[in-house]
């Protein structure tokens, strides 16, 4: 009966996270509620930050109108963490030292489609 009834509870969080339109950021890494359930993760101030969206990237202080420029110092695109984590020039030796570690468990090329399923 227990199970039953999480696992009604579990398709009805589901429904209602398909259909809502908040959390959009954290629906491209967690699409899937009951996989998420399963991950074990180290939930710790930047990690939620990345898969929220609301870092301190001057994306996110663009939008409420803190700072007026949202491009990174690298100049070449707006800083999201998809910026920094996938593209910035200026963090290649950080990127390359998160690919090595990914690399040794098979897991680089890493997306947000792939890390919902892979934690490093």
């Known amino acids: 009966m227990t199970r039953e009834l999480e696992a009604e509870s579990v398709r009805k969080w589901q429904r209602n996270w398909a259909q809502t339109t908040k959390g959009s950021t954290t629906k491209e890494y967690f699409p899937n509620v009951e996989e998420r359930l399963k991950m074990k993760l180290n939930l710790t101030q930047n990690f939620t930050a990345i898969v929220t969206g609301h870092g301190k990237t001057k994306a996110y202080l663009h939008r409420f109108k803190i700072i007026e420029d949202p491009t990174r110092t690298c100049g070449k695109a707006v800083q999201t963490t998809g910026h920094l984590i996938f593209e910035c020039e200026t963090l290649t030796k950080e990127r390359e030292k998160l690919k ?14 792939r890390i919902n399923k892979e934690v490093l």
Request: a positive charge.
């Open 100 to 113: 090595t570690t990914a690399l040794q468990k098979d897991k680089w090329p890493i997306n947000k489609k």
